[in-house]
């Protein structure tokens, strides 16, 4: 999980202040939290403001020893796993978490919520699409943005925690959203393939091994089709997604993408016919509605 890493002449100072500054902030946020907000009673004896050390460590199922290192600024190394496990236990946000894993020098593993690619231009693409269907993604499936309509095709993905608006995660996971692809096994087969050859160019990247061991962990179905080995590069394709607010729709999904490297796109899909067309309508007001009345 972590390990003692080698102090050595070349060593910067900007380390070590990385390190401090990753102590005072995790000192400041354990002093921050009561005990009743962790579901652990406050006691008597008392002294410590907000969470002791062994109660963080306990909570994020860590070392008490390795935390108080952390806290103490040791040179130690930090697995983005545990890094995730002190945010949610601090109850960091967004901003607060970004911030942990820049201190510790990681790379957050977690779908991103705020995306360079995703400008107020880009949200207005989207929004002038409707109402056919469209998102951005990022090249690991996460989706980083999306319409009205395309928020009621496959599911609520609103009522989604942003962490898990993936679409492999959905597509092997969520059974509303599988329930919604009428050729499911084919999806799947055909996503894990062009997921196994995107990730070719970011196989040490942790937020890829991590969602690959997620996928792993949670679907049979996903490790079944990892290990066809099986690469696909992304095309063209005619869809048909069963919508449990307007029946069966027809659709053709192409990607846009936003540079010149293979990452973030949009994703659309366009009625294939009238009918589709006729259904994506009515699938737009219904979203237009349920947004106006929130």
């Not at 360079?116 to 231009?121: A, L, M, V």
Request: hydrophobic content about 40%.
């Amino acid at each position: 999980m972590t390990t003692m890493a080698q102090e050595t002449p070349s060593e910067t100072s900007a380390a070590a202040i990385r390190r401090h500054e990753l102590a005072g902030f995790l000192r400041h946020r354990r002093e921050h939290i009561t005990p009743e907000q962790v579901g652990l009673p406050r006691g008597t004896r008392r002294r410590t403001p907000g969470l002791r050390r062994e109660e963080v460590a306990q909570l994020a199922s860590v070392g008490v020893t390795w935390y108080t290192w952390l806290e103490q600024a040791r040179d130690i190394q930090v697995s983005v796993q545990v890094l995730d496990a002190l945010a949610r236990t601090l109850f960091l946000d967004p901003s607060e978490r970004a911030h942990l894993f820049q201190l510790a020098g990681q790379v957050d593993p977690t779908p991103a919520t705020i995306c360079p690619s995703i400008t107020p231009g880009v949200r207005a693409v989207l929004e002038h699409l409707e109402p056919v269907p469209a998102c951005v993604q990022n090249s690991r499936y996460d989706i980083l943005a999306y319409n009205r309509t395309y928020g009621l095709l496959l599911c609520d993905l609103d009522a989604v925690p942003p962490e898990d608006r993936n679409c492999l995660v959905l597509s092997y996971t969520h059974e509303e959203w599988r329930s919604s692809i009428v050729h499911l096994r084919d999806t799947q087969r055909l996503m894990a393939a062009r997921f196994r050859a995107t990730m070719a160019a970011h196989l040490a990247e942790p937020a890829w091994k991590m969602l690959l061991k997620r996928l792993r962990a949670e679907s049979a179905e996903f490790r079944e089709n990892w290990e066809r080995h099986e690469v696909q590069a992304h095309r063209t394709k005619r869809k048909e997604f069963d919508n449990r607010y307007v029946g069966r729709i027809a659709v053709d999904h192409t990607d846009l993408w936003l540079g010149p490297e293979l990452g973030p796109r949009i994703v659309t899909y366009a009625p294939a016919d009238e009918e589709s067309r006729e259904r994506l309508e009515k699938l737009h007001a219904l979203a237009l509605e349920r947004a106006g009345a929130r």
